[in-house]
T-cell receptor
Framework: NAGVTQTPKFQVLKTGQSMTLQCAQDMNHNSMYWYRQDPGMGLRLIYY???????DKGEVPNGYNVSRLNKREFSLRLESAAPSQTSVYFCASSPGLAGVGEQFFGPGTRLTVL | GENVEQHPSTLSVQEGDSAVIKCTYS??????FPWYKQELGKRPQLIID?????GEKKDQRIAVTLNKTAKHFSLHITETQPEDSAVYFC???????????FGKGTLLTVNP
């Protein structure tokens, strides 16, 4: 099993450009999450999906959109990137209820917005 | 929403010593408290968790204690080794919105 995979690993954007971060899991998990990690700020939840077809906002959703394409895939889109979105983005999944139980993280995407 | 405070932000110990990291939370309805370890450049990984019906849980050199009345929980690492050096995050969930809220992390350095 590959677990949770993310693409790309690194990305550099100019202010105003758009991009989609891809995430997939092969563990048949119900819940999936997108976090951003900034120095000294811990992990902050952007969006999560408790099941296929549902999404909900986390702590810092502004400037992002998500799509739960199917049970395996959960994508994060930046419509108009800003320097404040420079961060490391982690996707995660868990088998049960959103927020309860072990979350399995992907390797991360390091995004720089110039 | 839930607010999780974590202390200290950095901790340096000698190999073989014990390390303690403390967290407090604000939502009295929270009932799940995991701890994640993140090595430099790697993804976070769960090392231990505790639910609110348990006061203490141990796994070899790692233990977590929970005081629901005071709304705080702690990670204890005994006989520290250089490979314990990492950033440790506490988190809480199970409250009104079921979202996992993380503390800001503790950078633990174990000196040989």
């Amino acid at each position: 099993n590959a677990g949770v995979t993310q693409t790309p690993k690194f990305q550099v954007l100019k202010t105003g450009q758009s991009m989609t971060l891809q995430c997939a899991q092969d563990m048949n998990h119900n819940s999936m999450y997108w976090y951003r990690q900034d120095p000294g700020m811990g992990l902050r939840l952007i969006y999560y999906s408790a099941s296929e077809g549902t999404t909900d906002k986390g702590e810092v959703p502004n400037g992002y959109n998500v799509s739960r394409l199917n049970k395996r895939e959960f994508s994060l889109r930046l419509e108009s990137a800003a320097p404040s979105q420079t961060s490391v983005y982690f996707c995660a999944s868990s088998p049960g209820l959103a927020g309860v139980g072990e979350q399995f993280f992907g390797p991360g995407t390091r995004l720089t917005v110039l | 929403g839930e607010n999780v405070e974590q202390h200290p932000s950095t901790l340096s110990v000698q190999e073989g010593d014990s390390a303690v990291i403390k967290c407090t939370y604000s939502d009295s309805a929270s009932n799940y408290f995991p701890w994640y370890k993140q090595e430099l450049g790697k993804r976070p990984q769960l090392i231990i968790d505790i639910r609110s019906n348990v006061g203490e849980k141990k796994d070899q050199r790692i233990a977590v204690t929970l005081n629901k009345t005071a709304k705080h929980f702690s990670l204890h690492i005994t006989e520290t080794q250089p490979e314990d050096s990492a950033v440790y995050f506490c988190a809480a969930s199970g409250g009104s919105n079921y979202k996992l809220t993380f503390g800001k992390g503790t950078l633990l350095t174990v000196n040989p």
